[in-house]
């Protein structure tokens, strides 16, 4: 196997040999490639005809399937893989028997990518690979709910087509940008999905006190398999805890309506494995990140939509069914008393809910506030948490940033601070949740509002962005960014390894990107200019 797509990456090159640094098998890489060939194989087959909704979602969830830690399962995956080959006869009757095979139709083989010669070329196809993989995840969330858009439908065979062509590094790079483009309408379609099926998000006080009885951890990033939970637990005595990316469906109007939707369980997504291992309530993984669950609690964990581990209980179909989750919930009993559990840094409660419509809502005062020198700069701390040493630096960063300074935050990145109390700024918290990992569109809108207003460029700002980055939902958002002409970013804890030299280069003189150092040395580096 070879594999470099996320952060965690083994030796800072990839993993190879028997198993990823993820827990998945070299077997499940390897179908992961064939299904990402056979997904190119399908783009080619299209070409410009028109597609099917059947074949966007066969692409779609093709895609999502190969983010990191969302499906550890081979007989998953190879069902995906025939489920692609058959979707590209329709598109390419006749290839199959055809006398004279010219190769354009047969299964994209991904070494060609891994083992590309030119640095550069293999480092701008994963970009834009990886990229197309983080937009799918979020165009599966609008898809599920009904919202399409024929754009960044088209994006995903325009985008996997040049994936297995040659093309050279200039137009590889225009490519890489475009995706970037998409990205951003795709996390508009996502946010539009969100806010009119489930309402504008508020801010919302959520605890992290777990109640006596049977109760749910839900996890992942997916609202519509929430609403089903809720609704078949509703009644039965059963409490519902989010967890990970779930936690800001609590700022939703539809979704915290019902009374045993209770609070947040659990830290960052890393430490499932210990914080489950002692669980006495099932756990329901909607998308990523599922890690390879401990025999302590692997009876207890249940998939469904995407996400999938071999032997563990799926819940699928349109209409699904939890029933078996609520047996467990029962069987199980939860605590026979309340439990209060902490953040990281040993906080019992969170804040979320601090979207664009509430920001933005709050835009004159916060305005007011700059003007009179009492709000003195915005951080953009957030993105994808992981296990590697290094990122404790998140959390020193915030906690050394200026005291008239406004943390805003998003993904599961905010899990390093925020359970922190930092106090407020003319009423306004400190440290503001905007919700998701795709909810970077509401930061991207805020930004866009506040130059506007007072009437410069985004750049010219007292805003920077501190990302931390972990998966490929990451690199589409960094790639909308770029799009965005959003320059001085400070990535970490580690640059990809999918960038290769020239193509760092080409960022830092045109955008600016930098490397975390330490807290001190980039805050200092920040407040100067």
């Known amino acids: 196997m ?58 779609i969830e093709g895609l999502f399937a190969t983010l990191t830690n969302v499906n550890f399962d081979d007989e998953a995956l190879e069902k995906l893989i025939e489920t692609a080959v058959k979707e590209k006869e329709v598109y390419a009757s006749g290839c199959s028997v055809c006398q004279a095979p010219c190769g354009r139709m047969e299964i994209y083989e991904m070494e060609k990518v891994w083992r590309e010669p030119d640095e550069d070329i293999k480092s701008l196809k994963s970009l834009l690979l990886f990229g197309l993989r983080g937009i799918a995840a979020y165009a599966y969330h609008a898809m599920v709910l009904g919202y399409n858009d024929e754009e960044v439908n088209r994006f995903f065979y325009k985008g996997m087509s040049a994936l297995g062509q040659d093309r ?231 906690k050394e940033a200026p005291k008239d300074s406004i943390i805003l935050t998003l993904a599961c990145g905010k899990y390093r601070f925020n359970d922190l109390d930092l106090g407020t700024i003319e009423g306004l918290p400190r440290i503001m949740d905007m919700g998701q990992c795709n909810d970077a569109f509401g930061a991207v809108k805020v930004a866009l509002a506040l130059a506007e207003a007072f009437e410069c460029g985004v750049n010219e700002l007292p805003l920077t962005l501190v990302l931390s980055w972990y998966e490929q939902k990451a690199v589409s958002i960094l790639l909308t960014l770029l799009h965005l002409g959003i320059k001085n970013i400070y990535l970490g804890p580690t640059l990809p390894s999918f960038v290769s030299e020239n193509v760092l280069n080409y960022l830092v003189e045109n955008f600016q990107i930098s490397p975390t150092s330490t807290p001190e040395e980039d805050l200092k580096k920040i407040l100067e200019k």
């Open 168 to 398: 050279t590094m200039e137009n590889l790079l225009g490519i890489v940008m475009e995706t970037g483009a998409v990205n951003f309408k795709c996390m508009e379609l996502l946010d539009k999905a969100n806010t009119e099926t489930y309402g504008i998000p508020a801010p919302a006080e959520v605890s992290l006190k777990v109640e006596k009885g049977p109760f749910i951890v839900i996890s992942g990033h997916d609202l519509k398999d929430l609403k089903m939970l809720l609704e078949q637990t509703e009644g039965k005595g059963i409490n519902i805890y989010t967890h990970g990316e779930m936690l800001p469906a609590h700022a939703y109007p539809e979704l915290r309506k019902y009374s045993h939707l209770k609070g947040n369980f659990g830290t960052a997504w890393q430490n499932q494995q210990k914080e489950f291992a002692n669980l006495p309530a099932p756990i329901l993984f909607t998308t990523n990140c599922i890690m390879p669950p401990k025999e302590s609690y692997a009876d207890r964990v249940f998939t469904t939509g995407v996400v999938a581990y071999p032997g563990m209980q799926h819940v699928d179909g349109e209409e699904k069914d939890f029933g078996a989750v609520i047996e467990k919930a029962i069987e199980l009993g939860g605590f026979s008393e309340d439990k209060q559990f902490t953040g990281i840094n040993g906080g019992t409660k969170l804040t979320t809910g601090f979207g664009h419509h509430t920001i933005l809502g709050a835009a004159p005062q916060v305005i007011e506030a700059v003007k009179a020198g009492k709000i003195s700069h915005f951080f953009l701390v957030g993105g994808c948490d992981g296990a590697r040493q290094g990122r404790n630096y998140y959390t020193d960063f915030v």
């Open 2 to 59: 070879f594999c470099y797509q996320c952060e965690q990456r083994a030796g800072c090159s990839g993993c190879t040999g028997a198993r990823g640094v993820c827990g998945k098998s070299s077997k499940t890489a390897l179908l992961q490639d064939k299904l990402t060939g056979s997904l190119v194989a399908l783009a080619e087959a299209v070409g410009e005809q028109n597609v099917s909704e059947k074949t966007n979602r066969i692409m």
